[in-house]
């Protein structure tokens, strides 16, 4: 084996995910495809695209967002993990990860108010979420970040079924493989339209105060935890900014605020935090340089991941991302990091789409190998 370059050595050191064991610091970033059929069965494709990757030396894959049921999803093309075909495929990706010696977890994913009907699998019913609408009509978010269209305002009943539909989905990730989950609390969808005030406006007891926009994913959280027993990793995505574009909103103002936010969360059972952020170094609060994945790990002692622009030089833009963004080896701000302790693991998300190979490359030296991003690789599954 070629020997590890020096500075990018603190990546490189093993680390243990809530009993999940992990060669190194190195994490594939969840990353929707749309390469399934409608029916929410990943394309045969998939076995390798994601066998590459962990070939490629990363230590844990996440994998791209599974529905947890038809409203959940996004679109009609992203896959789902029911028993059958659907559950049968993610077994030969977990097979597939674990025989080239890696980790993978499922992101389990509902979109709420965030599912494009239009291209869902039945556009006749009406997406849910926390309120009817995501903004309402003349707020000045939507100036600056826009809107998606109402749905309609999820009952007590529809409450419990989303509860009752992540714990199945955990439960049958167990089952498939995975060596974990990971909650996607983040970007504005569902759980996220829940954290924000904007998008929160119920009055019941999952509006209101934190402990109240909190409260189903603490439900969710326990409810999981109980099926799955213990030594499952349980993960959160969150975030400040949400889509569609609202890149400068900051939903936790302050520390304060952001411990306020986590600490039910952690209370609930949550194994391992993802501060998902633009720019993995780009301090979160003024009057300090501590990066959102530093004070995540401050606030709550948790294992913490970190996530934007590793290894590029343009941020990610979900609905214009069509600069070629180069890519970018300074490992030093990355190496840094965990080496301070500010955060365990670092992501990786469109670096891994033109460079499968990235990890080992980047262990190595071999700069010279790592090719730019090109939003055009998208269209190939490989
Ligand atoms: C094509 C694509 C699909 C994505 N899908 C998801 C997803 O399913 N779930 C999620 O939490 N984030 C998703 N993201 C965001 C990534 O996980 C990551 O946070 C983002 O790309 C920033 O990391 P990067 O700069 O290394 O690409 C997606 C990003 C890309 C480029």
């Given at each position: 084996m070629?020997a590890?370059?020096?500075?990018s050595?603190p990546?490189f050191?093993?680390?243990?995910?809530g009993g999940c064991h992990?060669?190194?610091?190195?994490?594939m970033?969840?990353?929707?495809?749309?390469f399934?059929?409608?029916?929410?069965?990943?394309a045969?494709?998939a076995?390798?695209?994601?066998r590459?990757r962990a070939?490629?030396?990363?230590?844990?894959?996440l994998?791209?967002?599974i529905?947890t049921?038809?409203?959940?999803?996004q679109?009609?093309?992203?896959p789902k993990?029911e028993?059958?075909?659907a559950f049968?495929?993610w077994?030969?990706?977990?097979?597939?990860?674990h025989?080239a010696g890696?980790k993978?977890?499922?992101q389990?994913?509902?979109?709420?108010?965030?599912?494009?009907?239009?291209?869902s699998?039945?556009p006749?019913?009406?997406?849910i979420?926390?309120?009817a609408?995501y903004?309402?009509e003349?707020?000045?978010?939507i100036?600056?970040g826009g809107?998606t269209?109402?749905?309609?305002?999820?009952?007590k009943a529809?409450?419990?079924?989303v509860v009752?539909e992540?714990?199945?989905a955990a439960?049958a990730?167990?089952e498939?493989?995975?060596?974990?989950?990971?909650?996607?609390a983040?970007h504005?969808?569902?759980?996220?339209?829940f954290f924000?005030?904007e998008?929160?406006r119920?009055?019941?007891e999952y509006?209101?105060?934190?402990?109240g926009?909190?409260?189903?994913a603490?439900?969710?959280?326990?409810e999981?935890?109980r099926r799955?027993?213990?030594?499952?990793p349980?993960?959160l995505?969150?975030?400040?900014?949400?889509l569609?574009a609202?890149?400068?909103?900051r939903?936790?103002?302050?520390?304060q605020?952001?411990?306020?936010?986590?600490?039910?969360?952690?209370?609930?059972?949550?194994?391992?935090l993802d501060a998902?952020?633009?720019?993995?170094w780009e301090?979160?609060f003024?009057?300090?340089e501590l990066t959102?994945?530093g004070?995540?790990?401050k606030?709550?002692?948790?294992p913490?991941?970190?996530?934007?622009?590793?290894?590029?030089?343009?941020?990610?833009?979900p609905?214009?991302?069509?600069?070629?963004a180069?890519?970018d080896v300074?490992l030093?701000?990355?190496a840094?990091?965990?080496t301070?302790?500010?955060?365990?693991l670092?992501l990786?998300?469109r670096?891994?789409i033109?460079?499968?190979?990235?990890?080992?490359?980047?262990r190595?030296?071999?700069?010279?190998a790592?090719?730019?991003?090109?939003?055009?690789?998208l269209?190939?599954?490989?």
């Open positions: 070629t590890v370059s020096p500075e050595a990546l050191e093993p680390f243990d995910l992990l060669e190194n610091r190195v994490v970033a969840p990353m929707t495809r749309l399934s059929h409608g029916d929410g069965i990943l045969e494709s076995v390798d695209y994601y590459r070939e490629g030396g990363i230590g844990l894959i994998s791209e967002g529905a049921s038809d409203l959940a999803a679109c009609a093309l992203v993990i028993p059958g075909p049968d495929m077994v030969r990706v977990t097979d597939a990860v025989a890696s993978i977890m499922a389990l994913w509902h979109t709420g108010l965030g599912r494009i009907r239009t291209e699998k039945d006749s019913v009406l997406s979420g926390p309120t609408e903004l309402l003349g707020s000045p978010q100036e600056t809107n269209p109402p749905g309609r305002a999820m009952t529809d409450i419990a079924a009752e992540f714990a199945v439960v990730s167990k498939a493989g995975f060596d974990g989950i990971q909650l996607h983040a504005g969808y569902l759980f996220d339209q924000w005030p998008t929160n119920r009055t019941d509006g209101g105060d934190i402990a926009r909190t409260r189903l603490v439900e969710v959280v326990e999981i935890r799955v027993g213990p030594g499952f349980i993960g995505r969150y975030s400040q900014w949400k569609p609202h890149y400068s909103v939903s936790h103002k302050t520390p605020e952001l411990e306020a936010f986590l600490t039910p969360l952690v209370k609930a059972g949550v194994d391992f998902s952020t633009r720019r993995y301090p979160a003024d009057g300090s959102l994945a004070w995540t790990k606030l709550t002692g948790l913490v991941m970190a996530v934007g622009s590793v290894g590029l030089s343009g941020a990610f833009r609905y214009d991302m069509t600069e070629k180069d890519p300074d030093g701000r990355i840094g990091m965990l301070r302790g500010e955060a365990d670092i990786v998300g670096a891994l033109t460079n499968p190979e990235w990890a080992n490359n980047v190595t030296g071999n700069y010279a790592l090719v730019p991003y090109d939003i055009a690789k269209a190939e599954h490989w």
